[in-house]
């Protein structure tokens, strides 16, 4: 296990519990190859994968064809410009304006535990838990060291990658492409499957066979946006939720991204991932640095559940760094689905007063408090309160909502600054734009330029200045607009393409302020509903606000998508009023506390408004958060059908880590005439133990045919259960399930 070289066949072996990935050093001129990434394996006798004694051969027997064997080598980190016409990992621009580099294998070192990366989100754990490799490649000629970082993560099965090029020349180099990772491999009759979506739709699983030529995904938003997803999986053509070989692959970033697939002649896959190049240079002086963002590699020889439940473990434990992380969150109301910009202390403190009685433990004032915003179409960079609204100031009203045995948080959007603003007229050039022209507007407003360091300053201090004056234990840090228009009034030219990565790291700088001078404050983050729902964000805020759309039913989509790479609890989940704001569709109360229960869980209504019968509801509901969320937090997360998939019902349970327990899901969307039972086999169980089966609301247990009894885990699993067709249309059911 763990990390070991072998001398003789210059062979680097990385283990995790179930997998092997294998990396050789080649040929005189020491390339550095991919021999193997599959289920473990405890022989290191493999390099022959590297196909180097198969015709075109290395350069050291066969000269004359070098071209043809850079074309058709499995590279760990293939460059630009001398033959290897497959995308590349690394190019880059010398003061010659040459693009070409050649990397050789030079030394390599294994560390207990992992190295932060210096500005960025990554995992982390400690030597009892992780170990990395480091190679340390060079170009001789043009003095660039390349050092290939491994991190093997034993228990979780998963290895997470990352790049760092130092520039010892003489002269300053461009970096144009600079990818985290790449992995060539035999394209065994793979599928694809990425996430696709849209505002209000985000994350929806989109599986296609792999076919020749690129395919891929990437974001030049800025963030890693709504629409395509930094999370891509290749697989067996066959594999499912239980079965089949899958390799899972997730960016650890927020910005512009690339994740593609590159099918070539010979039918090898190249599966590459990391900043997007366009739009992406980084100039480096002798002696500077840059390093990557990190990429997360899992391989499955067990179907996606399999995967998706390392990336789980991985990210709760490994990522994520909140003291929330473990903790119940406190059910929040939210009250941008009340009151929208319609509100004023009197309001809150209505909702307040009723929510508190059903239980609700936290309000949270969304956007329009601040400036004189009345609508978007102002005041963002004006972080001051809006008196007119929060009459008696702001810790009045947070005074007031803690007095009713409430916490208080607050919304804020730091990235933004609307040009009627304060802060826009006194620093117009503090807004991305290019010299000259005007920039676009969405949503009626400018993004600040977060390279400049005073700009970030600022920022922080407005931000920090409001969550000292009051009692705030929240704060929602939305974005609700891409970049573009890519120009600052502070970069030099030649650094220019810098600034999407600068953006981000201006993005991580306030946040990572934020959570160290308020440790105990609970962020979330979100941008425009789930546009920049990614591990990036997920190092600084345990939760990130899911979808605008809380409809039950389209959350269904949004959340088996989300839930293939992100832990439950880090899906911002809320119960919100009907006709659903979103699409219109009217579901049950009770359905939609069932599926935000696969969240954070909270509400998005006004309290005061809804019908009694639906707020009647809450105090269960309340309960019934308490009651589940430790598992649904910590538990095995599998999914057992799927509605994007079947157009009928929705089903997933998460299992405790001691299968003590479990909780099932089951949503039926629409009702059919005559329809029979339907069979379920339940997943992750022991075997062994004996299970008993409850409805969770009382009136459902009415037609349980199950309970009275116990049932062996084997049969649960193998067997599986019958659950009864509700009455209906988007009927929930969820079933309790307890070891005895
Ligand atoms: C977009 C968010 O997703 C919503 O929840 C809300 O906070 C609005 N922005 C406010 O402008």
Request: glycine share 8%; with cysteine; proline share 5%.
């Given at each position: 296990m763990?990390?070991s070289?072998?001398?003789q066949?210059?062979?680097?072996?990385?283990?995790?519990?179930?997998?092997?990935?294998?990396i050789?050093?080649a040929?005189?001129e020491?390339?550095v190859?991919?021999?193997?990434f599959g289920?473990?394996i405890?022989?290191?006798?493999?390099?022959?994968?590297?196909?180097?004694?198969?015709?075109p051969?290395?350069?050291s027997?066969?000269?004359?064809?070098?071209?043809?064997?850079y074309?058709?080598?499995?590279?760990?980190?293939?460059?630009?410009?001398?033959?290897?016409?497959?995308?590349?990992?690394?190019?880059?621009?010398?003061?010659?304006?040459?693009?070409a580099?050649?990397?050789s294998?030079?030394s390599?070192?294994?560390?207990?535990g992992?190295?932060?990366i210096?500005?960025?989100?990554?995992?982390?754990?400690?030597?009892?838990?992780?170990?990395?490799?480091?190679l340390?490649?060079?170009?001789?000629i043009?003095?660039?060291d390349?050092?290939?970082?491994?991190?093997v993560?034993?228990?979780?099965d998963a290895?997470a990658?990352?790049?760092?090029v130092?520039?010892?020349a003489?002269?300053p180099?461009?970096?144009?492409?600079?990818?985290?990772m790449c992995?060539?491999?035999?394209?065994?009759d793979?599928?694809?499957?990425?996430l696709h979506g849209?505002?209000?739709?985000?994350?929806?699983?989109n599986?296609?066979?792999?076919?020749?030529?690129?395919?891929?995904?990437?974001?030049?938003?800025?963030?890693s946006?709504?629409?395509?997803h930094?999370?891509m999986?290749?697989l067996?053509?066959n594999?499912?939720?239980?079965?089949?070989?899958?390799?899972?692959f997730s960016?650890?970033?927020?910005?512009?991204?690339?994740?593609e697939c590159?099918?070539?002649q010979?039918?090898?896959?190249?599966?590459?991932?990391?900043i997007?190049?366009?739009d992406?240079?980084?100039?480096?002086?002798?002696?500077?640095?840059?390093?990557?963002?990190e990429?997360?590699?899992?391989h499955s020889?067990?179907?996606i559940?399999?995967?998706?439940?390392?990336?789980h473990?991985?990210?709760r434990?490994h990522l994520i760094?909140?003291?929330?992380?473990?903790l119940k969150?406190?059910i929040l109301i939210n009250n941008w689905e009340?009151?929208?910009f319609?509100?004023?202390?009197d309001?809150l403190?209505?909702?307040?007063?009723?929510?508190?009685?059903?239980?609700?433990?936290?309000?949270?004032?969304?956007?329009?408090?601040?400036?004189?915003?009345d609508?978007?179409?102002?005041s963002?960079?004006?972080?001051?309160?809006?008196?007119?609204?929060?009459k008696?100031?702001l810790?009045?009203?947070?005074?007031?909502?803690?007095?009713?045995?409430?916490?208080?948080?607050i919304?804020?959007?730091?990235?933004?600054?609307?040009p009627d603003?304060?802060?826009?007229?006194a620093h117009?050039?503090?807004?991305?734009?290019?010299?000259?022209?005007t920039?676009?507007?969405?949503r009626?407003q400018?993004v600040l330029?977060?390279t400049r360091p005073?700009?970030v300053?600022?920022?922080?201090?407005?931000?920090?200045?409001?969550l000292?004056?009051?009692?705030?234990?929240?704060?929602?840090?939305d974005?609700?607009?891409?970049l573009a228009?890519?120009?600052s009034?502070?970069?030099?030219?030649?650094?220019?393409?810098?600034m999407f990565?600068?953006?981000?790291l201006?993005?991580?700088?306030?946040q990572?302020r934020?959570?160290t001078?308020?440790?105990n404050?609970?962020?979330e983050n979100?941008?425009?509903?789930?546009?920049?729902?990614?591990p990036?964000?997920l190092?600084?805020s345990?939760?990130?606000?899911c979808?605008?759309?809380?409809?039950?039913?389209?959350?269904?989509?949004?959340?088996e998508?989300?839930s293939?790479?992100?832990?439950?609890?880090?899906m911002?989940?809320h119960?919100?009023?009907c006709?659903n704001h979103?699409?219109?569709?009217?579901?049950p109360?009770k359905?939609r506390?069932?599926?935000?229960?696969a969240?954070?869980?909270?509400?998005?209504?006004?309290?005061?408004?809804i019908?009694?019968?639906?707020?009647?509801?809450?105090?269960d509901?309340?309960?019934?958060?308490?009651?589940?969320?430790?598992?649904v937090?910590?538990?095995?997360?599998?999914r057992?059908a799927?509605?994007s998939?079947?157009?009928?019902?929705d089903?997933?349970?998460?299992v405790?880590?001691?299968?003590?327990?479990?909780?099932?899901?089951?949503v039926?969307?629409l009702?059919?005439?005559?329809?029979?039972?339907?069979?379920?086999?339940?997943?992750?169980?022991?075997?062994?133990?004996?299970y008993e089966?409850?409805?969770?609301d009382p009136?459902?247990?009415?037609n349980?045919t199950?309970?009275?009894?116990t049932?062996?885990?084997d049969?649960?699993m193998?067997?599986?259960?019958?659950?009864?067709?509700?009455?209906?249309?988007?009927?929930?059911?969820?079933?309790?399930?307890?070891a005895?």
């Amino acid at each position: 296990m763990g990390i070991s070289y072998n001398e003789q066949s210059r062979t680097f072996k990385l283990d995790t519990c179930a997998s092997t990935y294998m990396i050789g050093i080649a040929d005189d001129e020491n390339f550095v190859g991919h021999i193997y990434f599959g289920p473990y394996i405890d022989d290191d006798n493999i390099s022959y994968l590297m196909r180097t004694k198969e015709p075109p051969f290395v350069p050291s027997v066969n000269g004359r064809d070098r071209l043809a064997f850079y074309d058709s080598f499995p590279s760990e980190y293939p460059t630009h410009g001398l033959g290897d016409y497959r995308d590349d990992a690394l190019a880059i621009r010398t003061g010659k304006g040459n693009t070409a580099l050649k990397l050789s294998f030079v030394s390599y070192d294994i560390i207990p535990g992992k190295k932060p990366i210096q500005g960025l989100p990554a995992t982390f754990g400690s030597p009892d838990e992780c170990c990395t490799l480091e190679l340390t490649c060079r170009d001789e000629i043009l003095g660039i060291d390349v050092i290939l970082s491994y991190t093997v993560f034993e228990n979780v099965d998963a290895i997470a990658r990352s790049v760092k090029v130092i520039n010892n020349a003489g002269d300053p180099i461009e970096l144009t492409r600079v990818m985290s990772m790449c992995l060539d491999m035999d394209n065994e009759d793979y599928d694809l499957i990425t996430l696709h979506g849209s505002w209000a739709r985000e994350r929806h699983i989109n599986r296609r066979p792999l076919s020749k030529g690129i395919q891929g995904v990437s974001s030049l938003k800025g963030e890693s946006g709504h629409q395509e997803h930094p999370f891509m999986a290749v697989l067996d053509h066959n594999a499912d939720q239980d079965r089949g070989e899958v390799f899972g692959f997730s960016f650890v970033y927020s910005g512009n991204f690339l994740a593609e697939c590159y099918v070539n002649q010979f039918d090898s896959v190249r599966v590459m991932m990391g900043i997007n190049p366009e739009d992406f240079t980084w100039r480096l002086e002798p002696g500077d640095e840059f390093e990557t963002p990190e990429v997360i590699m899992v391989h499955s020889s067990e179907g996606i559940g399999n995967m998706t439940r390392s990336f789980h473990d991985l990210f709760r434990n490994h990522l994520i760094r909140s003291p929330y992380k473990d903790l119940k969150r406190p059910i929040l109301i939210n009250n941008w689905e009340a009151t929208y910009f319609e509100f004023d202390t009197d309001k809150l403190i209505a909702i307040v007063d009723e929510a508190s009685k059903l239980g609700i433990e936290m309000l949270v004032m969304d956007d329009g408090w601040f400036g004189h915003r009345d609508s978007d179409n102002s005041s963002l960079g004006d972080w001051y309160v809006y008196e007119d609204k929060l009459k008696g100031g702001l810790k009045h009203l947070v005074d007031e909502v803690n007095k009713r045995g409430m916490k208080f948080g607050i919304w804020f959007e730091p990235e933004m600054i609307s040009p009627d603003s304060d802060l826009y007229r006194a620093h117009p050039d503090w807004a991305i734009a290019i010299e000259g022209r005007t920039p676009g507007q969405a949503r009626e407003q400018y993004v600040l330029d977060l390279t400049r360091p005073e700009v970030v300053d600022y920022t922080y201090d407005q931000v920090s200045k409001i969550l000292k004056s009051a009692n705030i234990e929240y704060v929602k840090w939305d974005m609700n607009r891409p970049l573009a228009d890519m120009g600052s009034a502070k970069l030099p030219p030649k650094k220019m393409g810098e600034m999407f990565h600068r953006y981000m790291l201006g993005v991580y700088e306030l946040q990572e302020r934020l959570i160290t001078d308020f440790p105990n404050l609970l962020l979330e983050n979100c941008s425009g509903g789930g546009g920049r729902f990614d591990p990036g964000m997920l190092y600084y805020s345990p939760q990130i606000w899911c979808s605008d759309d809380t409809d039950a039913i389209e959350r269904l989509s949004i959340q088996e998508g989300t839930s293939i790479v992100y832990p439950l609890s880090a899906m911002g989940a809320h119960v919100s009023d009907c006709p659903n704001h979103t699409v219109g569709r009217v579901t049950p109360f009770k359905t939609r506390g069932y599926v935000a229960l696969a969240g954070t869980f909270g509400y998005e209504l006004d309290v005061t408004k809804i019908p009694e019968e639906d707020r009647n509801m809450i105090p269960d509901q309340v309960k019934m958060y308490h009651t589940y969320n430790d598992l649904v937090r910590m538990g095995d997360y599998f999914r057992l059908a799927s509605f994007s998939e079947n157009r009928e019902y929705d089903c997933y349970m998460v299992v405790s880590k001691d299968k003590s327990e479990a909780l099932l899901t089951f949503v039926q969307v629409l009702n059919r005439p005559n329809q029979h039972s339907r069979k379920i086999r339940l997943k992750g169980l022991d075997p062994k133990r004996r299970y008993e089966l409850t409805y969770v609301d009382p009136e459902d247990e009415k037609n349980n045919t199950l309970s009275g009894e116990t049932y062996s885990g084997d049969i649960l699993m193998k067997a599986g259960i019958l659950i009864q067709n509700p009455w209906g249309d988007f009927q929930g059911r969820l079933i309790s399930i307890k070891a005895v």
